[in-house]
């Protein structure tokens, strides 16, 4: 920590974690509004605009993450630091009377326009009227100070806090500090047991065999780096682009098959992410001449403990996820083989994902920007519907939308969440335009369903049966 002097006050700032310089790092290469997530929270009733301003001035009081500021110092090193609450307006805009594609479209272009970096609000808050009697929020932030677990935790305390005030009720309890995590985040990088221990460990991954690039549209990329390299045995593939260009897609699996998957999951003790690694691993391989050996980046939320889980910010972490699986394997022995996989990565996952990438190209000899990696793979299980409290006790129908940014840093990025209507899962392909096409993306998801349907109605099918059926 250090002070700096910001507009003549003194404040408390403090360096980036990790988390953050992922970020920060992505932005040296990409647009400026490639950190920019913009969503939106929709109820099918009338609104009391002045008590849900309100409420959402008080959730930006309750979450420090909120009021988190950048700067830089004399050696253009990035701070932070929280600002005292301001009275920040929260505008109305009414889309009543418009198309509601040309609402979402708006909003879309409001998501585009990122966010001055030093010493100025990271969001921007509208509240909104849309067509057919759908009244909420629209929210940007930037992802330096919030991830979709903070954004479903900022969503639930407006809403808890509106509907206390509105009926008279106890607000809820009181959010967690950011600073108090922050501060705990530093100490583990400050050279601490924990951090060698974790550096060990991944150094020791690095030195294992060199895996091997598998891509969602088939071996074509690996190949023509091959040709590009003039290394017909290089084993991984360029996937920076020059041109970050992107867009979202989302596909909406029905409520029944949806909860069919959660069932399996609950019956044979199997989180729900490693099933849909377990799909997409299979997919892979599926797609590169039945490849045993395949690698994705697994994003890492860490929302452990109850600080965590309640200070806000951005925490998420990305690591590889090798498994090399055999075709005899069963569905059910495979599941347990990512589930150790994963569960040994959880135990390391606080280690700086960037640093891990520099070392693994460090050692590997891997060209920048080159990975062994196509997708990463998030898996958000909370929403509103699942949270006891005054969000169900409204008893009516809403939605959620993201918003695209336009930009990307990777080629495909797959977050799978429910969606607060009904529970059902939504998977939400965040893809640039020069690396996939919507064929290559609806072709996935729909080998993604195949494999999970044909594996969890019968677990004893091998991996081999299952790549002949599909």
């Known amino acids: 920590m250090k002070e700096l002097n910001i507009n003549g006050a003194v404040m408390k700032c403090y360096p980036l974690t990790a988390a953050q310089r992922i970020h920060n790092y992505t932005i040296k290469y990409a647009p400026p509004q490639v950190l920019c997530i913009g969503t939106g929270l929709y109820f099918q009733a009338e609104l009391d605009f002045n008590v849900l301003k309100e409420s959402i001035r008080e959730a930006c009081m309750r979450m420090e993450s909120m009021r988190v500021r950048f700067t830089e110092d004399e050696e253009g090193n990035v701070y932070q630091y929280i600002t005292p609450f301001e009275d920040r307006d929260f505008p109305l805009v009414d889309f009543s009377d418009r198309n509601e594609e040309d609402a979402h479209k708006e909003m879309e272009k409001w998501t585009r326009e990122p966010f001055p970096r030093f010493n100025s609000p990271m969001n921007k808050i509208v509240m909104v009227k849309l067509p057919n009697g759908y009244n909420g929020v629209y929210l940007k932030v930037d992802?330096?100070?919030?991830?979709?677990?903070?954004?479903?935790?900022?969503?639930?305390?407006?809403?808890?806090?509106?509907?206390?005030?509105?009926?008279?009720?106890?607000?809820?309890?009181?959010?967690?500090?950011?600073?108090?995590?922050l501060e705990k985040d530093l100490e583990y990088e400050n050279g601490s047991a924990a951090f060698k221990k974790d550096e060990e460990f991944w150094l020791n991954e690095i030195h294992r065999d060199e895996p091997i690039y598998t891509d969602f549209a088939g071996p074509k990329r690996l190949e023509d780096w091959r040709k590009i390299t003039g290394n017909p045995d290089a084993r991984s593939a360029m996937v920076v682009s020059r041109n970050p260009e992107a867009g979202i897609s989302v596909f909406h699996l029905e409520e029944e098959p949806s909860q069919r998957l959660m069932d399996f999951c609950t019956e044979n003790n199997v989180p729900m992410v490693c099933l849909l690694l377990m799909g997409l691993r299979t997919c892979l391989s599926k797609f590169n001449n039945n490849e045993k050996d395949i690698s994705l980046k697994s994003c890492i939320a860490r929302r452990g403990t109850?600080?965590?889980?309640?200070?806000?910010?951005?925490?998420?972490?990305?690591?590889?996820?090798?498994?090399?699986?055999?075709?005899?394997?069963?569905?059910?022995?495979?599941?347990?083989?990512?589930?150790?996989?994963?569960?040994?990565?959880?135990?390391?996952?606080?280690?700086?994902?960037?640093?891990?990438?520099?070392?693994?190209?460090?050692?590997?000899?891997?060209?920048?920007?080159?990975?062994?990696?196509?997708?990463?793979?998030?898996?958000?299980?909370?929403?509103?519907?699942?949270?006891?409290?005054?969000?169900?006790?409204?008893?009516?129908?809403?939605?959620?939308?993201?918003?695209?940014?336009?930009?990307?840093?990777?080629?495909?990025?797959?977050?799978?969440?429910?969606?607060?209507?009904?529970?059902?899962?939504?998977?939400?392909?965040?893809?640039?335009?020069?690396?996939?096409?919507?064929?290559?993306?609806e072709y996935l998801y729909y080998y993604l369903c195949k494999v999970l349907f044909r594996g969890i109605e019968d677990k004893t099918r091998t991996v081999g049966e299952i790549l002949d059926m599909i």
């Open 306 to 441: 109850l600080l965590e889980k309640k200070s806000g910010g951005t925490r998420i972490h990305f690591f590889p996820l090798r498994t090399i699986i055999e075709p005899e394997t069963t569905f059910e022995e495979a599941l347990k083989i990512i589930q150790n996989e994963q569960n040994r990565l959880f135990r390391h996952a606080n280690f700086d994902p960037i640093l891990n990438t520099m070392l693994r190209g460090k050692e590997l000899k891997l060209a920048p920007g080159a990975s062994y990696e196509c997708m990463s793979l998030t898996y958000q299980p909370l929403t509103l519907k699942q949270q006891q409290g005054s969000a169900e006790e409204m008893d009516i129908p809403y939605k959620s939308m993201w918003y695209s940014n336009g930009a990307a840093g990777q080629p495909l990025y797959l977050t799978v969440m429910h969606r607060v209507e009904d529970n059902g899962l939504a998977f939400s392909f965040e893809y640039r335009y020069d690396a996939v096409t919507p064929h290559e993306m």
């Open 143 to 181: 992802h330096m100070i919030m991830d979709s677990s903070s954004l479903i935790a900022f969503d639930r305390d407006v809403l808890e806090i509106y509907t206390s005030r509105l009926f008279d009720r106890e607000p809820p309890k009181p959010m967690m500090s950011y600073i108090k995590q």
